[in-house]
């Protein structure tokens, strides 16, 4: 199991919260189809004295195969990158991890 993930840093300029939610990451998680075993979208919270969170949204797509996830990224870039600037002017820092429980 893989999960790629998403995050927005906290000075994201522009940021809609429910269209990232809404539409945004359930869009990518159709394309990708069964392979998506599941995915989440996380709002960032202060905590009463804790340090600020490390971003205001991020988005978790735990997927069974990185080659179908490479296939889909390859197929529709242009349409899910597009639609970044529909919710944010700031490019979210990307990650990818094998889950390992």
């Not at 906290?10 to 990451?25: P, T, V």
């Not at 889909?72 to 919710?87: C, K, P, Q, R, S």
């Amino acid at each position: 199991m893989f999960c790629a993930s998403v995050a927005y840093p906290l000075e994201s300029e522009g940021f809609d919260f429910d269209y990232f939610r809404d539409h945004h990451a359930p869009m990518f998680a159709e394309m990708l189809g069964e392979n998506c075993v599941r995915f989440e979208v996380h709002r960032g919270l202060a905590s009463p004295g804790a340090p600020p969170p490390p971003f205001v949204a991020a988005a978790y797509f735990w997927v069974a195969s990185p080659e179908a996830f490479g296939a889909v990224l390859a197929e529709h870039a242009a349409t899910l990158y597009g639609d970044i600037v529909n919710f944010s002017q700031t490019q979210p820092v990307r990650g990818w991890a094998e889950v390992t429980d």
